[in-house]
């Protein structure tokens, strides 16, 4: 058989690097550079998350945004805690349940935020250079519906 002729067969290709491998090692990559990104305003990759996070869904408790952060509560709390003594949200208690504070940004935390996702766009435009709009929209939604393939959606908007 000649080597332009594709083989059929029932067994999956394997791509070598595994693509697992080379996602993992982006995430590295990316969360790195993220972190040297937010860091002149006292953020770290879990922070800029919870904040990127709360614009989006003003009011989550810290379990709800524990689990969408992917730390544990306690991590959660720390994360919090740090962002509001340095001003970048405000926790009040849940309308419905007392004991629930409810977590949603200050001006402050939005002004920040803004900052830190033009630095992380510049980063992102640099890493996707290859790409046009159409490749972009492409490979993100390859890359959501594997998320969803694995049972680790971004959980209920």
């Known amino acids: 058989m000649s080597s332009t002729v594709a083989r059929v067969s029932s067994q999956p290709q394997v791509i ?5 491998y080379v996602i ?3 995430d590295r990559a ?11 305003f ?21 379990a709800q945004l524990a689990r969408r952060t992917y730390v544990t509560p306690q991590s959660m709390a720390e994360v919090l805690n740090s962002l509001e003594a340095d001003g970048y949200i405000v926790r009040s208690p849940a309308a419905n349940h007392g004991r ?9 935390g939005r002004e920040v935020l803004t ?8 980063m992102e435009n ?10 972009r929209e492409q ?4 890359l959501v519906n594997a998320v969803y393939r694995l049972g680790a959606g971004f959980g209920p908007r």
Do not use: F, Q, W
């Open 30 to 40: 990316i969360r790195r550079e993220i972190g040297a990104l937010v860091a002149p």
């Open 126 to 135: 640099a890493m996707l250079a290859d790409l046009d709009e159409a490749g």
């Open 115 to 122: 900052a830190c996702d033009r630095a992380v766009g510049h």
């Open 16 to 20: 070598t690097p595994h693509i697992g």
């Open 42 to 62: 006292n953020l770290t990759v879990p922070k800029y998350t919870a904040l990127s996070i709360l614009r989006d869904r003003p009011g989550l408790s810290n």
């Open 100 to 108: 629930v504070l409810e977590v949603t940004l200050s001006d402050r």
């Open 139 to 142: 490979l993100t939604g390859a």
């Open 24 to 26: 993992g090692r982006l």
